[in-house]
């Protein structure tokens, strides 16, 4: 992440410029409930739960209650974007706060 972001955030800034919009970093995971954890800091995560239908993968991830709103974010910004990224890098259709 040191990498990513640059001294003092110079390369975070300079792709801010570059593209015109606000930059998020989250730090990767292969580890499917690392990952979650990831995008739901700093709300904390209990548990993460995935569920296999015929054609979809659902993931339930398990909020301490007082973080619900946090995880959840604005307008549900936050969920949208863990739906986004759990979809590009680990195929999930469905993102659920528990």
Do not use: W
């Not at 989250?26 to 954890?37: M, Q, R, T």
């Not at 709103?69 to 259709?93: H, P, Q, S, T, W």
């Amino acid at each position: 992440m040191g990498v990513a972001i640059g001294k003092s955030g110079i390369n975070v800034k300079k792709l801010r410029k570059i593209i015109g919009k606000d930059i998020e970093l989250v730090a990767y995971s292969d580890n499917l409930e690392e990952l979650v954890k990831n995008l739901m800091s700093p709300a904390r995560v209990r548990s993460v739960k995935v569920v296999n239908t015929s054609s979809k993968k659902s993931v339930y991830i398990t909020i301490d209650p007082q973080d619900k709103g946090l995880a959840i974010g604005k307008n549900g910004r936050n969920v949208a974007r863990a739906k986004l990224i759990l979809k590009r890098y680990m195929d999930i259709d469905n993102v659920v706060i528990v």
